[in-house]
């Protein structure tokens, strides 16, 4: 089992950056993929970014390369979102999600544990 914590969200103006960082706790954390998905009103769940469980491959959703970087800490604990030019677009709440696999995928039914969310508003 894997309870996980984001932190990070808030307001921002358009052009800006946040942080957005994970905290995980449970067992055999470096052994599972990780992912952040967001969820803007009205709109279907996506996968912003992915990390395999050592770090060395990531995914990214087209909206996003070149703006966002996904890493890990394996002895922290943690997962972290860096997301730099912010568009309004960008604004969701943003899930932090753990795979009990060491496989990468962006599918969100691939994904066994979530966070609760935090919200990120970019303003215009």
């Known amino acids: 089992q894997v309870q996980l914590l984001e932190s990070g969200g808030g307001l921002v103006q358009a052009g800006g950056s946040l942080r957005l960082s994970c905290a995980a706790s449970g067992r055999a954390f470096s052994s599972y993929v990780m992912a952040w998905f967001r969820q803007a009103p009205g709109k279907e769940c996506e996968c912003v970014a992915a990390i395999e469980h050592w770090g060395g491959n990531t995914d990214y959703a087209d909206s996003v390369k070149g703006r966002f970087t996904i890493s890990r800490d394996n002895a922290k604990n943690r997962v972290y979102l860096q997301m730099n030019s912010l568009k309004p677009e960008d604004t969701a709440v943003y899930y932090c999600?753990?795979?009990?696999?060491?496989?990468?995928?962006?599918?969100?039914?691939?994904?066994?544990?979530w966070g609760q969310g935090t919200q990120v508003t970019v303003s215009s």
């Open positions: 999600a753990a795979r009990a696999s060491t496989i990468i995928t962006t599918n969100t039914n691939e994904y066994n544990y």
